[in-house]
């Protein structure tokens, strides 16, 4: 059974740099053909795809947040990171880590589409807040 569970500090202030760590169990993350993603939904608001890491290391990120946002992994600690820069209030979401099934494409990033797909085991999510 694989498991994800995120970590991090829940409270960031504006400008500074989110960091989330997802550490992966029951499987590894470069296991073909997995992509390693994150997820966020802000308050009152739906899932947001931010952008995902490959079971090759291959990255892939949300055209409205990829300026700010960097995905990379330790396969040493079966772990995969997120770093989101610059954050604003608006930042403030229950942040998950999933495993997608399916190779994203540029038209679903583009389209936004990528809630379309599967991603068959999440994290439990954590709540971040940016506030001062």
């Known amino acids: 059974q694989v498991q994800l569970r995120e970590s991090g500090p829940g409270l960031v202030k504006p400008s500074q740099t989110l960091s989330l760590t997802c550490t992966v169990s029951g499987g590894s993350i470069t296991t073909n053909y997995y992509y390693w993603s994150w997820i966020r939904r802000p308050p009152g608001k739906g899932l947001e795809w931010m952008g995902a890491i490959a079971y090759s290391g291959s990255t892939y990120y949300s055209p409205s947040l990829k300026s700010r946002t960097s995905i990379s992994r330790d396969t040493s600690k079966n772990q995969f990171t997120l770093q989101l820069s610059s954050v604003t209030p608006e930042d403030t979401a229950v942040y998950y880590c999933?495993?997608?099934?399916?190779?994203?494409?540029?038209?679903?990033?583009?389209?936004?589409?990528?809630?379309?797909?599967?991603?068959?085991?999440w994290g439990q999510g954590t709540q971040v807040t940016v506030s001062s």
């Open positions: 999933a495993r997608g099934t399916t190779e994203p494409t540029a038209t679903a990033i583009d389209l936004g589409d990528m809630m379309d797909y599967e991603y068959d085991y």
